[in-house]
Antibody, heavy 121, light 109 residues
C-alpha cells in the first residue's frame, strides 16, 4: 500500500524558514518524480514544486521560485521542501504527491494527508 | 499561461441522478487533462487522467471526455459518497506552470 506521510508544519513568523518532510512507503520511491501541492484554507489546489526521480531536475511555481527548494533522499525514501522568506500567503496545507509515471507526467496518483503551515506574527 | 475554468462553481443534484461538470482551457491542452475529487478534510483523489482514463479503483460511474479546450466529467448515478469538490488539472505545458481549475462543488439537492 502506498503511503505518504508529511511532517514539519508549524506556525512561523513572516520572513522565517521551515523544512517540510514526506516519508514514502509502499512503492519504489526512486522510480518516480515527486511533487508538493498546497491548499490555502478554504481555497483550491496549487502545484508548488516537482523533483525528478533522481533529484537532477527541479521545477517551481512562480509564486515560490527563489524562496523554496525541493529535494529528496532516495536512500531514506524521503522528500523535502525547504521554505525560506515565508509570507502570509504561504499559509496552507502542504501535500506531498507521487507522480503517476516513471518519467514525469504531472499527474498525482497518491497524496499524503498534508501538513499545515501557518505564517503569522 | 493556460487558465483552467470550471463550471458551474456549485452544482446541486439529487442522489441517483446524473451530474455533468465542465472544464475549459484557455488554449489547447490536447488530452492532457486530469480530474480529482476532494471530500472535506481529505486529500484529493485522482479520478481520471488522459481526459478519459479512469484511475485504479475508480468506479465505472465516473467518466471523462473531451480534448483540446473542452472537457467533461460525468457521474452517471450519484451516490452519497460522490458529493465533494472536483478539480480539473491540465498537464500539457512544460515546464509546469499554473495547472488546476478553481473547482466545482457538487452538493446534494
Amino acid at each position: 500500500e502506498v503511503q505518504l506521510v508529511e511532517s514539519g508544519g508549524v506556525v512561523v513568523q513572516p520572513g522565517g524558514s521551515l523544512r517540510l518532510s514526506c516519508a514514502a512507503s509502499g512503492f519504489t520511491f526512486d522510480d518516480y518524480a515527486m511533487h508538493w501541492v498546497r491548499q490555502a484554507p478554504g481555497k483550491g489546489l496549487e502545484w508548488v514544486s516537482l523533483i525528478s526521480w533522481d533529484g537532477g531536475s527541479t521545477y517551481y511555481a512562480d509564486s515560490v521560485k527563489g524562496r523554496f527548494t525541493i529535494s529528496r533522499d532516495n536512500s531514506k525514501n524521503s522528500l523535502y521542501l525547504q521554505m525560506n522568506s515565508l509570507r502570509a500567503e504561504d499559509t496552507a496545507l502542504y501535500y506531498c504527491a507521487k507522480d503517476i509515471a516513471e518519467d514525469t507526467a504531472m499527474v498525482f496518483d497518491y497524496w499524503g494527508q498534508g501538513t499545515l503551515v501557518t505564517v503569522s506574527s | 499561461e493556460i487558465v483552467m475554468t470550471q463550471s458551474p462553481a456549485t452544482l446541486s443534484v439529487s442522489p441517483g441522478e446524473r451530474a455533468t461538470l465542465s472544464c475549459r482551457a484557455s488554449q489547447s491542452v490536447s488530452s492532457n487533462l486530469a480530474w480529482y475529487q476532494q471530500k472535506p478534510g481529505q486529500a484529493p483523489r485522482l479520478l481520471i487522467y488522459g481526459a478519459s482514463t479512469r484511475a485504479t479503483g475508480i468506479p465505472a460511474r465516473f467518466s471523462g471526455s473531451g480534448s483540446g479546450t473542452e472537457f467533461t466529467l460525468t457521474i452517471s448515478s450519484l451516490q452519497s459518497e460522490d458529493f465533494a469538490v472536483y478539480y480539473c488539472q491540465q498537464y500539457n505545458n512544460w515546464p509546469p506552470r499554473d495547472t488546476f481549475g478553481q473547482g466545482t462543488r457538487l452538493e446534494i439537492k
